[in-house]
């Protein structure tokens, strides 16, 4: 488990969120215009859940290289995003195995708000 | 619950009768140049998602697909039950990998309304993205949502 990326820092910019509208084909206009968002009683562009998701994804890749494979990757979305927010993304080793290593992922605001939680399940490949 | 995403939706609730009704089959195959512009944006660097060579050494028969990557896979797919734009919170998402998707292969992909619960002027909806390598089901992916509708 030395290879772990358990933690991720990252200011989420509005070029980040428009280059992830344009990639995921999602351009809700509340994520890509202020007037939009703060129509909607948002300071800022809201960051889409699945770039937050993409990005704790990024956590695990180097155990993707060595021989696990994800079995099960779950997120709960708890306060949005905003752009111009910077994300944390932590992980912590909930349970490990010789076939088997459970993380528990959590990313939070710059004001320590969490706005993610969830659970990465990892199996050796056989 | 406050991460949007944006689908079509529908302006009136949708009825409990969609429950359990499930898309038509669409196929999909993700090239590796999809694959790596997916992670420039996102900012992953890792030589797996990059080079071929790396990704067989460790095991892929082609380059893998970043874990998050078949929600886009919902773009392809129409859903009956949704008509009309509209905006939902995402509360909770999921995926259930039974092989690790890889680009260059065909993927035959579908989505099922599960789950249906109206509470006041809300529904929370789940659906499940069923993806089949041909062989059988390769991974699924739950995305629950929360619809609000304004009072009348």
Known sequence: MDYVNEKIVIEITAN????????????????LLKSVANQ??????????????????????????????????????SSPLFVNDVLTIETK???????????????ENQHWDTVVSGKIDLIIQN | ???????????EMIDKKWIGTTTEWISTKVTRKEVQEFCTVI???????????????????????????????????????LTDDFTMLQSDQSFSYEHTLIANK?????IQLQKLRTQSNQQFIVHRLSIDDGDGLAATSDTTMVLRYQEE
């Open chain 1, 16 to 31: 980040l969120v428009k280059q992830y509208a344009a990639v995921s084909g999602d351009t809700n206009p509340i994520h």
């Open chain 1, 40 to 77: 909607a009683g948002f300071p800022n562009p809201v960051a889409h859940g699945m770039l937050t998701m993409a990005i704790g994804a990024k956590v695990i890749s180097p155990l993707l290289q060595d021989g696990w494979r994800l079995s099960y990757y779950k997120m709960r979305f």
């Open chain 1, 93 to 107: 080793l909930l349970s490990s195995a010789s076939q088997e290593v459970i993380l528990k992922i959590r990313g």
């Open chain 2, 1 to 11: 619950m406050a991460s949007l995403l944006y689908l079509k939706g529908m302006k």
């Open chain 2, 43 to 81: 900012g992953e660097e890792n030589l797996l998602y990059q080079n071929i060579t790396v990704a067989k050494e460790a095991g892929y028969a082609d380059i893998p697909l970043p874990p998050t990557y078949p929600i886009l896979f919902w773009q392809s797919i129409e859903l009956p039950w």
């Open chain 2, 106 to 110: 065909t993927y035959h992909c579908q």
